[in-house]
């Protein structure tokens, strides 16, 4: 669900969209968002998610996508974000293509690094997931400190359709 010449819409004012992919800028095309504390924020970083990679005729690619982002801007919300900050600020979600590949981030204000849980086989776990399915969905993920405070977590995915 796009504007006319093929821009992902914006939703609200917070929204950035940069340049389409084909525009000979240099630059990679990029889509940034606030997310708001919630399920409500969540469910526009999706629908977000879908509609920038549907505008950049990368349809193929939103399901894995939209599942990463879910996972990281969840864990920035459970565990990067202080419980005192009723306004849901803090946490942003950038899209960027790039040629072959396609990078999801997220960035938070804590300054803890994310904690990948390796499986326990021996229970059923309710928590802890998130960085696996990160990890099994993309070719690589990584995090980065922000200055002067917080972090950004990332994962990149190939644009190649599925075979």
Excluded: Q
């Excluded at 006319?4 to 950035?16: L, Q």
């Excluded at 942003?92 to 086989?121: C, K, N, Q």
Aim: with cysteine; charged share 25%.
């Amino acid at each position: 669900m796009g504007t006319a010449d093929g821009r992902p819409r914006a939703g609200e004012p917070g929204d950035r969209l940069l340049p389409k992919p084909h525009e000979p800028t240099g630059l990679p095309a990029a889509a940034a968002l606030r997310i708001a504390c919630g399920r409500e924020g969540l469910a526009r970083a999706r629908a977000f998610t879908r509609d920038t990679l549907c505008g950049w005729s990368l349809g193929h690619r939103s399901d894995d996508a939209v599942l990463v982002v879910t996972e990281l801007a969840s864990n920035a919300v459970t565990h990067a974000v202080p419980r005192t900050a009723a306004d849901g600020t803090g946490i942003g979600l950038l899209i960027a293509l790039h040629p072959g590949r396609l990078t999801l981030s997220v960035s938070d204000p804590a300054d803890a690094p994310p904690v990948y849980a390796p499986p326990d086989a021996s229970a059923l776990e309710e928590h802890g997931r998130g960085l696996r399915i990160v990890d099994a969905l993309s070719e690589e993920w990584g995090w980065a400190p922000r200055r002067p405070a917080g972090k950004t977590v990332w994962a990149r995915l190939s644009t190649r359709p599925p075979t």
